[in-house]
């Protein structure tokens, strides 16, 4: 199958995760305007008028940006939670159809009803999994693109490798697949398009950045963090993530807690949306790619940095050509 058209805009093939808490507008202008896919969450905004404001002032920006420069900025993308735990699902839907994003990335089930209404301006739909079911259920859906999120990936990731994961996919899945888990510099990015990924997906890397909405102990904290400082547990959300050691201590949470399968409460005066909110703003979640960050720079220099890693990586590989021929 041909890719989409808006790969030919890109000048990376990667897209920033949409981060709970941490993306925003600036983050994703940024991306967008560097030549890779910018995306946030709906629910980053208390409401669904302040989500319309940011899709809005992120719409603005790109055209300004256009005109300005003559050049095709990236397409950005919005994260919808597609559960009946999330009771904004429809209104957001309708922003995003009014607005028509041109990148919808579904979480926690895959609507055909939703696919249709993204597919009908033209829209895409990539939905995330973890395992070969939900990306057969993603498929029967209609969606345009798969995320695979392997083991070592921040937030909800999963437990298969990503070699393996890519190759059970592929047998079926012929659009376009997305790679996420451990990927923080350009070599990584080509490693992900040479296991057979179209895209690679990148969350933790992009906290670290100057546009990023992270706390400053957040990202001094991943700079600080190896691979085993990232702990697998259910005890934040009830849903296994991975999560920085430290913020789990600091909040007082210790190893016989995090082992557990149970949701701390972390109170009872809160709805269930709130107590998240609160659990993750000071739970820090990352990936195992915190072992190769090491500083905090701007969207535009970090991109950059990337491109070049991305093209080494490239013609180092070209180069061992020569040596098996």
């Given at each position: ?239 296994k993530a991975n ?9 007082g949470i210790t ?71």
């Open positions: 199958m041909s890719k989409p058209e808006f790969f030919n805009n890109l000048s990376l093939p990667a897209v920033a995760a949409p981060m709970f808490l941490i993306s925003g507008p600036k983050l994703v202008i940024e991306c967008c305007k560097n030549g890779i896919v910018g995306t946030f969450p709906a629910l980053n905004q208390r409401t669904t008028e302040g989500f319309e404001e940011w899709v809005i002032q992120i719409k603005t920006e790109l055209e300004e940006f256009e005109k300005e420069t003559g050049k095709k900025a990236a397409p950005f993308g919005v994260n919808l939670i597609v559960h009946n735990t999330n009771p904004r699902i429809k209104a957001d839907l309708k922003v995003c159809v009014k607005h028509k994003v041109p990148l919808i990335i579904t979480s926690l089930g895959a609507v055909s009803q939703l696919v249709g209404a993204i597919h009908s301006y033209g829209g895409l739909v990539y939905h995330d999994i973890i395992k070969k079911r939900h990306a057969e259920k993603a498929m029967e859906a209609g969606v345009d693109g798969l995320i695979l999120v392997s083991a070592g990936a921040g937030g909800h990731g999963g437990t298969l490798n990503p070699i393996s994961l890519i190759s059970e996919i592929r047998t079926f899945f012929k659009k376009t697949i997305l790679l996420s888990g451990c990927i923080s510099n350009g070599r990584d990015i080509a490693s992900a398009l040479q296991m057979g990924a179209d895209l690679a997906y990148m969350g933790t890397r992009f906290i670290n950045t100057k546009e990023s909405l992270a706390d400053e102990g957040y990202k001094n904290m991943i700079i600080n963090s190896t691979a085993d400082d990232i702990i697998y547990t259910a005890v934040v959300s009830g849903v999560f920085i050691k430290q913020s789990l201590e600091a909040m190893e016989d807690d995090w082992s557990k399968t149970k949701k701390i409460n972390f109170g009872e005066e809160l709805d269930a949306a709130k107590a998240e909110a609160k659990a993750w703003k000071t739970i820090w979640s990352a990936g195992q790619g915190v072992t190769s960050i090491k500083d905090c720079p701007s969207v535009s220099k970090l991109i950059s940095d990337l491109k070049s890693e991305f093209i080494d990586s490239i013609k180092e590989q070209s180069q061992l050509l020569e040596n098996f021929k």
